[in-house]
């Protein structure tokens, strides 16, 4: 068990989150992504230029009433907010990144303090799975979530647009872009891309894009898939995407391009060849010709073979831990 910072929580005031306060979970936060973004120097700068961002995300959460604040001796000293909706069928309460943070002295307290109380309120809506993004270096949340039953869910990862080197030709496998012409080969796909992720132990729901929404992503400028081939078969994929817009659940803007929403597949019998490496080869390739410094992606941690593969050639920066309270609680 972690021992909690020593502090007088007799001084601790837990109260909603209000407009008067994002000033203080502004600054909280903002000091806890500069130190962040000394170990993960792909995360944008973005964050830090201005307030409006983190207000807009913010403020929907203070007109709902789920949000609170933490002081101490007067001082506002942590701050947490969630967004509450149907989740995979489950009512989910999601704990986005930008939706807490607290002073590094008494960090543990803080957020003991308040995610009991959130919980205690979500719990009582008949809320009961819970989903806390955090960064990957704080070990220490980390582990404290963990005793309270969250286990790792989703990873968030960056990585810059340094070449990779060549590997050895695989066998008989060529990699091209793909263009319209491909996109019936990347449709009888989906079938067997849906069931890979619904079998056991994953057991994931894989929504797949029309052919319609294939081949508007095939015309677009800022979107290009790379495919693997065994003669005229596509054995495999992978997509990019450059968008315009900022994205404060995974802290994307439009210097980072990101693998969606096709993401990735290469069929089992291709695995563990140099597939993968190739694809990504040609992706960071595409991405050195735009105007990006970055590229994300986010994989699901039950996904062996991403969870194997992607680590490799990203850094993983954020961590979304997933829990769900008994369900005899709901009473």
């Avoid at 992504?33 to 307030?51: F, G, K, N, S």
């Avoid at 704990?95 to 205690?120: G, K, N, R, W």
């Avoid at 979304?320 to 009473?331: E, L, T, Y």
Wanted: with cysteine; charged share 20%; glycine share 6%.
């Amino acid at each position: 068990m972690h021992k909690l910072e020593a502090i007088d929580r007799s001084l601790l005031h837990v109260e909603p989150l209000k407009r008067e306060h994002i000033p203080e979970a502004w600054r909280l936060w903002t000091a806890q992504y500069r130190a962040v973004r000394q170990r993960y120097e792909y995360l944008p700068q973005t964050w830090l230029d201005a307030t409006a961002p983190f207000s807009s995300d913010i403020e929907p959460r203070i007109e709902a009433g789920s949000g609170v604040v933490l002081a101490y001796r007067g001082e506002i000293v942590g701050y947490m907010a969630c967004d509450v909706f149907d989740f995979h069928g489950d009512r989910t309460a999601i704990f986005q990144i930008m939706a807490h943070a607290a002073d590094p002295a008494c960090q543990l307290v803080a957020y003991s303090e308040l995610y009991t109380c959130l919980s205690q309120r979500l719990v009582e809506q008949g809320c009961l799975n819970h989903i806390v993004t955090a960064f990957a270096g704080d070990e220490a949340l980390q582990a404290y979530l963990f005793e309270l039953g969250f286990g790792l869910y989703v990873v968030d990862c960056y990585r810059d647009l340094q070449p990779i080197p060549p590997s050895p030709e695989v066998n008989g496998v060529w990699v091209r872009r793909a263009t319209p012409v491909d996109a019936d080969g990347l449709i009888a796909l989906w079938p067997e891309v849906t069931a890979y992720y619904a079998a056991a132990p994953m057991f994931l729901r894989n929504e797949r894009t029309s052919k319609a929404e294939l081949l508007e992503l095939l015309a677009s400028p800022q979107y290009a898939v790379f495919v693997a081939l065994v003669g005229e078969d596509i054995v495999g994929f992978m997509g990019a995407r450059c968008h315009d817009e900022k994205d404060a659940i995974t802290l994307k803007d439009p210097t980072a391009a990101t693998l969606d929403p096709l993401g990735a597949y290469i069929q089992q019998a291709y695995r563990g060849r140099g597939v993968g490496k190739s694809l990504l080869r040609q992706v960071v390739e595409w991405g050195r010709q735009q105007a990006i410094t970055s590229i994300h992606v986010d994989f699901e941690s039950a996904n062996r073979y991403g969870n194997q593969f992607w680590p490799k050639h990203f850094v993983p920066t954020l961590y979304s831990v997933r829990r769900h309270v008994n369900s005899d609680m709901r009473a």
